[in-house]
């Protein structure tokens, strides 16, 4: 824990799995502190021996938080979700809560793993692009599909919970990779609805310690 007993958030700016951690914090209104770790600076910090102590797949985020060291992004919003229910990020009614939590896995398991930075290095730069806009574009077809019957003003009706924290991340990511996202208007509205709400905001890659100034240009 740092001074204060503020947790604790191991993050890169870029990383859309920290991402969602940081806006789930925000919108809880936890204090944390960031501690950046690059993912491509002399290869990796991730790899390092004191990162790996930490997270043993060598990934971002880890969350240190009432004296646990936490690891993946999901889990570590279900346990705030669990241990701190006021703003809650989970509807009350068990149908909504499957609901949400489809998306988060369709977003969590079925595209960013695919398109991430260990991935793409393995699928070589000739084929990133192609392999990447693949697997969004597969991803974004489901969950466009559940959001025809999910969706209000958010994901899951019109109470903010952890599939937004998931989506708009992986909007941004489409975007980076030049996916056409034309084809799903309700992704499209959803993230027009958060961009400007403070805790998105506040966990913006432009907004990070971590962000090189170049990429805020």
């Known amino acids: 824990m740092s001074i204060g007993g503020k947790a604790i958030l191991y993050s890169y700016w870029r990383s859309s799995c920290s991402w969602r951690v940081r806006i789930a914090l925000n919108l809880k209104e936890i204090p944390y502190d960031i501690k950046p770790v690059s993912l491509i600076k002399a290869g990796g910090e991730q790899h390092s021996n004191e990162f790996r ?25 279900y346990y705030l979700e669990e241990t701190r229910p006021q703003r809650p990020l989970l509807p009350q009614d068990v149908v909504k809560r499957a609901k949400v939590r489809e998306i988060c896995e369709v977003i969590a398991s079925g595209i960013q793993p695919l398109q991430n930075l260990f991935v793409l290095i393995q699928v070589g730069e000739a084929k990133k692009m192609e392999w990447a806009q693949l697997f969004i574009n597969r991803g974004f077809r489901a969950v466009e599909k559940l959001l025809t019957s999910s969706a ?38 959803i993230d027009r609805e958060l961009e400007n709400h403070p805790a998105f905001l506040a966990a913006h890659p432009s907004s990070q310690p971590d962000c090189p100034p170049e990429a805020t240009k």
């Open 152 to 189: 209000g003003k958010f994901c899951v009706g019109d109470e903010l919970s952890i599939a937004d924290c998931c989506l708009v991340p992986q909007v941004f990511n489409a975007r980076r990779f030049g996916v056409d996202l034309r084809p799903y208007p309700i992704i499209l509205r």
């Open 53 to 77: 102590e930490l997270n043993p797949i060598e990934q971002v985020p880890v969350l240190q938080i009432d004296g646990n060291t936490l690891i993946e992004s999901l889990s570590i919003m």
